[in-house]
């Protein structure tokens, strides 16, 4: 709306759409106020943030470390090799579109966080198929009846505190979309425990994978977006 | 019946200097030219490289000095998003002065390198939806629409031409009420609070050629494109914005 007043010279100058400025004594007192008022800086919360996340990350490592750390079972080595780094390459990946693009303070494109949610089982469940077509030996690695409970249980704990530091490190922060930005979250951080139980657990067969390591990512992102918007969302300090 | 808006659509918001003339408090101030198309377009995706956005960056790091900049830029605008929407001058300055309280103890979230428009007007957003949820004001708001709260709209000496743009200004703003939420959004943002397209398109999250597409209908829509604004309903008012991403 570059002018609403003189459009054409129809009004001339005796009425106007005006909008009156703030009050100056507004600014004054503002300015006072702020004045009295230390806000913490970047640098400081950067190096918060920091360490935030890594302890998040330390805290997954150290709980698969106590439940036993890697154990390969009867898989082929290569199959529990290629489902690591695939999906840790999914991880980080889906880690670094949650990176606001440049010049945005408000986090991801709605587009972008619905590709994280939706991406990471859809992938993840790729990856599983893959797995059982390219190593048919796997069809073998089944276990006890209520084995995909415990890689579930498993798999929740390990992406707890990523999913803890996740949640610290951004709550109360301006977003886009809370419920969006938790979904996200929680599906990512549920990327790290698949990852993590998948080196743990000496399981292969489909079905199992699907329900003890893919569906909690789905569970997390579905809880944490229902609980984004009390937990997450903008508050005043 | 001349036009009200006096707006090219393809053309980003002119610079312009605030005046007690000045409509809303109208922006672009992205320092286009709106002779040159190619620093014009150009000025329209640039994000995160105004005057502001560089101050902010600066207060971010804890420059306080850099707040001056930051309110001269901003506070005209946020002021004008918020007394269009609570129609109340004094809670209009509320929000502003809690708007820059936040601004200054959430510094440390900003990101460097973003701009801080679209950051400032989703927080001046956020406390404007709990300031409605939170006094139960919103039925009443809607329900004062029509004329109430105008006066702050127009100005002058001559009481039939005041009383004309009064007149005017509620007829355009009851045509932007009917459009879809999407598309008077992104016309609000990018014609009225003076937000570039990248700005606004950050705001909405949407990409920039979405932003312009809602920002061309909602321009057809009121009849900007051909000049003309009274008579008819907005063309595409229960079409949902369909199409829009």
Known sequence: ?237 | MPPLLDVDPHRPPAPQTRSAASPFPAAAENGASPDDPHAAAAADDAIGTSPEDVAMNAYADGDDRALNVVYDALAPRLFGFFLRRARSREVAEDLLQRTFLQIHRHRANFLRGAAVAPWAFAIGRRLFLDHVRDRSTERRRLGERDDDGLEFLTSGSDPEAVASAREEAAHFLKRLELLPENQRIAFELVRIDGLSMAEAADFLGATVSATKVRCHRAYKALGLLDGQLRGEAPENADSGGKGDR
């Open chain 1, 1 to 237: 709306m570059s002018d609403l007043n003189d459009s054409h010279g129809a009004r001339g100058d005796t009425a106007k759409f005006s909008v009156p400025l703030p009050n100056p004594a507004l600014r004054a007192a503002l300015f006072a106020k702020i004045a009295a008022e230390p806000a913490p800086v970047r640098p400081t919360q950067r190096r918060w943030d920091a360490a935030i996340r890594l302890g998040g990350f330390l805290a997954s490592l150290a709980i698969f470390l106590i439940v036993g750390g890697v154990s390969v079972g009867e898989r082929p080595a290569g199959y529990v090799a290629a489902m690591a780094v695939a999906w840790g390459a999914l991880f980080l990946l889906l880690s670094r579109l949650l990176v606001p693009p440049p010049g945005s303070a408000l986090g991801p494109r709605r587009a972008t966080l619905a590709a994280i949610v939706l991406g990471a089982p859809l992938a993840l469940t790729v990856l599983v198929v893959l797995g059982r077509v390219l190593w048919p030996a796997t069809a073998t690695c089944d276990g006890p009846n209520n084995h995909s409970d415990r890689c579930f249980f498993y798999s929740c704990l390990f992406s707890a505190p990523i999913l803890l530091a996740f949640v610290v490190a951004r709550r109360g922060t301006v977003m886009r979309d809370v419920a969006l930005h938790g979904a996200a979250f929680g599906a990512i951080a549920g990327c790290f425990g698949a990852l993590l139980i998948t080196l743990r657990c000496v399981y292969a067969v489909v079905p199992h994978l699907l329900v003890g390591h893919v569906a909690p990512v789905i569970l997390l992102g579905v809880v944490v977006a229902l609980l984004a918007e009390p937990i997450l969302r903008f508050r005043e300090r």
